[in-house]
């Protein structure tokens, strides 16, 4: 029954992923409020329902890549490695589904295209592509912040006779082995794709544009008594996780690399190398790696070292290794330098020789080099955080779109809210926490259903941010992240991988502890930064 006056609704919910999916359960298990869910793919997931490419792992351990709020779920998890592969992350997602009855609350193959809001009514209309219009009084959004796939154009594409894929839209038919393949991206999927392909593909040529410091995942498998102790002391580990910087499971280091000795640094980075994992190697082996330049070259060096080491021919390495700052989303892979060892596998530095053109048979090099295919994998990532927002016809008061409120860069309040878009709640919006995503899709679901409920308590129509609240937090964002090193590194964390993308901060960088607190203040100090019915509070 929907509690909301006129409305098909009380809220709409889209994206089926991790952070819809709570949400569905948050406003409707628990605040028994009439939701609708929409998702474009035909099932639960999200991203995982996406990325299907071979390969497909997370780089967040198993036991914490998963949801915390309920005990049942945490206790039934099952898990063979440390890292969680695709399917096994689609089926803890139907698992999740079918444990809290979710998927009667969503129509899936269905695409919302866009939703505005009525300021006479108070209410969203939501359009979907299917023609369908629905009412409601919140619109929750989680549209993901790596979904919108990026597919960089180039001349002769449509020429080319083999098979054109992208990892983020992965069909269920294809088979790599024995083809000539072609991978185009060097990022966290390609490194995965990469390593998956060249031991099956008949040849695989990877087309890399920037070289990438990948340190080892370390994938090993998990013994019962290893689960066993984590599932028993999930409290205590979620309480570390909230309260740390990156929610990555592990403690972060609190000792500067700038001032350690030569033979300190390399104990901790051989340790790490061997340990494993992306995010420890930059956030547990030193404090200051994302922000001191000593410290940064200090572990670049480092993995620069091991590349030589492991890369036979002396050539390849040198292409292989990055000259620039260690400071986009740190990489891991499985034995990742090591497939450049493969007779198989053919490298082709695209910075140096870039693409020129698809031809009939496969891609040319400016120099006139080229490779015959019958297969090209994107692996060229996303059109991240903002993407899938500036997609969809979204517009709040007056009409005002969110185009073009985020024409010079995504903003929004607290990664969540946005100035004119009233009962509009973001989950993984623009500025959000840089972390191991479900422990702050969580943190952000469960403020936006309190937020609502502590709305619909006071019986309050509407709630949006005020300007300088805004304001305030995306310059807090910026001053945050000007003190480490990753707005110098061009990568999607800042927008700088999209041509023509506006170069702007994406994230609050302080960690996820910092968040929880700053966002916690807000509703405790009684939301001072929220205007409640706006028309009533300007008259
Ligand atoms: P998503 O899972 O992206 O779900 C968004 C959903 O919204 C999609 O199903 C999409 O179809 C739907 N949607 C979007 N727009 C519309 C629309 N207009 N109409 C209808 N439906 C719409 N994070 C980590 O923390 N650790 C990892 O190890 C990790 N590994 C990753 C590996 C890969 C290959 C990728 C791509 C991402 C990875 N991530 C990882 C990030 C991952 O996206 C998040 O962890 C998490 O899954 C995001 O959940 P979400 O619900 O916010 O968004
Ligand atoms: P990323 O990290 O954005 O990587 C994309 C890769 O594709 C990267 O190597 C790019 O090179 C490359 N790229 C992009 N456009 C081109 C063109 N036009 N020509 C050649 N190469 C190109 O995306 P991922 O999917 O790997 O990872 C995104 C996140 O998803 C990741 O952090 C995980 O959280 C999961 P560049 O470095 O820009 O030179």
Redesign the pocket.
């Given at each position: 029954i929907t509690k909301t006056t006129g409305a098909d609704y009380d809220a709409v919910v889209?994206?089926?992923?991790?952070?819809?999916?709570y949400a569905v359960h948050k406003l409707r298990n628990e605040q028994g409020m009439n939701v609708q869910g929409?998702?474009?793919?035909s099932d639960v997931?999200?991203?995982?329902?996406?990325?299907r490419y071979p390969g497909?792992l997370?780089?967040?351990e198993s036991y914490v890549?998963r949801y915390s709020f309920d005990k049942e779920l945490l206790k039934r998890g099952h898990w063979k490695t440390r890292?969680l592969t695709q399917p096994e992350i689609l089926d803890y997602m139907n698992e999740v589904a079918d444990h809290l009855d979710l998927r009667r609350s969503y129509k899936f193959n269905?695409?919302?295209?866009g939703a505005h809001y009525n300021e006479e009514t108070g209410l969203w209309s939501v359009v979907t592509d299917s023609g369908q219009t629905v009412t409601a009084k919140y619109l929750v959004t989680?549209?993901?912040?790596?979904?919108?796939t990026n597919t960089p154009s180039f001349k002769g594409v449509d020429d080319f006779k083999g098979r054109i894929l992208h990892?983020?839209a992965w069909p269920e038919d294809v088979d790599l082995s024995n083809k000539r393949v072609g991978i185009i991206g060097t990022g966290?999927?390609g490194v995965?794709v990469i390593t998956a392909t060249a031991p099956v593909a008949k040849h695989l040529t990877v087309f890399q544009r920037s070289a990438q410091y990948v340190v080892p995942i370390g994938n090993t498998p998990q013994d019962e008594a290893t689960i066993s102790e984590q599932k028993a002391n999930y409290d205590q580990i979620w309480d570390q996780v909230k309260n740390s910087a990156v929610a990555f499971g592990f403690e972060e280091s609190t000792i500067p690399a700038e001032t350690a000795t030569q033979e300190e640094r390399e104990r901790v980075f051989e340790a790490a190398w061997q340990r494993g994992g992306g995010f420890y190697f930059m956030f547990g082996t030193f404090c200051d790696i994302a922000t001191s330049q000593v410290a940064n070259d200090a572990a670049a060096d480092f993995i620069k070292g091991k590349i030589r080491k492991i890369v036979k021919d002396p050539q390849i390495a040198e292409k292989l290794i990055p000259n620039d700052l260690y400071a986009k989303r740190p990489l891991c892979g499985n034995d990742y330098f090591d497939v450049y060892n493969r007779d198989n596998v053919t490298l082709a530095d695209v910075k140096s020789d870039p693409i020129a053109e698809f031809t009939t048979n496969g891609i040319r090099l400016e120099s006139g080099e080229e490779h015959e295919l019958d297969v090209v994998i994107f692996a060229t990532g996303?059109d991240a955080v903002d993407g899938?927002y500036v997609?969809?016809d979204l517009r709040g008061r007056g009409g005002v779109t969110m185009r073009d409120t985020w024409k010079e860069g995504p903003l929004g309040y607290l990664g969540m809210m946005e100035v004119d878009f009233p009962n509009f709640f973001m989950?993984?919006g623009p500025n959000g926490p840089f972390?191991?995503?479900?422990p702050s899709?969580e943190t952000q679901v469960e403020w936006i259903s309190e937020t609502i409920s502590t709305m619909e308590e006071s019986g309050v129509k509407s709630v949006e941010p005020t300007v300088e609240a805004r304001d305030a937090w995306v310059g807090t964002c910026r001053e945050i992240a000007d003190m480490t090193l990753f707005p110098k590194a061009e990568s999607w964390i800042f927008g700088a991988n999209i041509p023509g993308k506006k170069n702007a901060v994406m994230f609050y960088m302080a960690g996820i502890g910092n968040y929880r607190t700053a966002i916690s203040a807000v509703k405790d100090d009684g939301y001072p930064s929220l205007i409640r019915d706006r028309e009533t509070a300007e008259a």
């Open positions: 889209i994206g089926a992923g991790f952070g819809g999916l929409f998702d474009s793919a997931g999200g991203t995982w329902w996406y990325n497909a997370s780089d967040t890549y890292y269905t695409k919302v295209d989680g549209l993901g912040l790596l979904s919108a990892t983020g966290s999927t995965q996303f899938n997609k969809m989950i993984l972390t191991n995503l479900p899709i």
